[in-house]
């Protein structure tokens, strides 16, 4: 060995240079793959875009049927998330209130972005579980902001499935951080606090990104973005020691029950 200007060298006679350039080359090959690198999780559920698409046609359906918000109809007048109300006596509209769209611009982006996350979801819950998970995240959220808002005496009012979309975003970001715990516990390695805070980073940068123009609701976006979290702790501490149920019958199940929250939750506001 000798140091240069160039750095290391390896110096061998000219009649050993065949035997040091092959041994060289078949310690390179040997070591191609080395260190393996780290497996991020387990497949839970096939790629597929049902969580994605239901979640696009719900938006799109009720857009086709409310129409936008200047018309002024009586769904919006039901089913709006006003603070007063959702806190008090009409609690349901954190739920109807993910339905209904201002325009179609508004439906169009919350579509777009739903189904990427809802699809993403998926992957980890399945269909039915990342429906029921999305839509819970969406009217914690809701009503976590109405909360808000109403304690702090301001008269609030939101629509628009957007809260539900962070509340994905919450729920990827904290599966993942879930996930990476376990897999460091069963493969005892050791991570820096920068790559067990970055799923939690990302979902922030998303937010500020994705949820924080002057039009938008922030404080609905950062309540969904949390609830989902929320959720996500604790769908990712089951799915650490089991994974998700992949039994058709039980994402049936799950699924009906999203679908018949939404559903229950108009049939209350119509006639209430």
């Known amino acids: 060995m000798r140091y240069t200007p160039a750095g290391w060298v390896l110096l061998v006679r000219d ?17 191609r793959n080395w260190p393996p690198l780290r497996p991020r999780e387990r497949l839970r559920h096939p790629p597929s875009m049902v969580a994605g698409v239901a979640f696009a046609a719900l938006a799109l359906f009720f857009f086709l049927v409310t129409g936008p918000a200047s018309g002024g109809g009586r769904w919006f007048q039901r089913g709006a998330s006003v603070a007063d109300l959702v806190v008090g006596p009409e609690p349901w509209r954190a739920i109807t209130a993910l339905t209904l769209h201002a325009d179609s611009a508004h439906v169009l982006g919350n579509v777009i972005s739903g189904t990427v996350f809802a699809s993403a979801v998926q992957r980890r819950l399945g269909p039915g579980g990342a429906a029921l998970a999305v839509v819970a995240s969406g009217a914690i959220g809701n009503f976590a902001n109405a909360l808000w808002h109403q304690s702090m005496g301001q008269h609030h009012a939101s629509i628009g499935a957007s809260t539900a979309v962070f509340g994905a975003i919450g729920l990827l970001a904290a599966t993942q951080l879930m996930l990476d715990r376990a897999h460091d516990k069963e493969s005892g390695e050791k991570r820096h606090l920068l790559h067990l805070v970055a799923p939690l980073v990302g979902g922030l940068a998303l937010l500020g990104a994705l949820g924080a123009s002057p039009r938008s609701d922030l404080g609905a976006h950062a309540f969904g973005l949390l609830s989902g979290a929320a959720i996500g702790v604790v769908a990712g501490l089951s799915l650490r020691n089991r994974p998700a149920p992949r039994r058709p019958v039980v ?11 939404v559903l229950g939750a108009w049939q209350i506001a119509l006639i209430a």
């Open 251 to 261: 994402q049936v199940a799950l699924g009906a029950t999203a679908a018949a929250l």
């Open 15 to 31: 009649e050993d240079y065949a035997l040091a350039a092959g041994s060289i080359d078949r310690y390179e090959a040997e070591n």
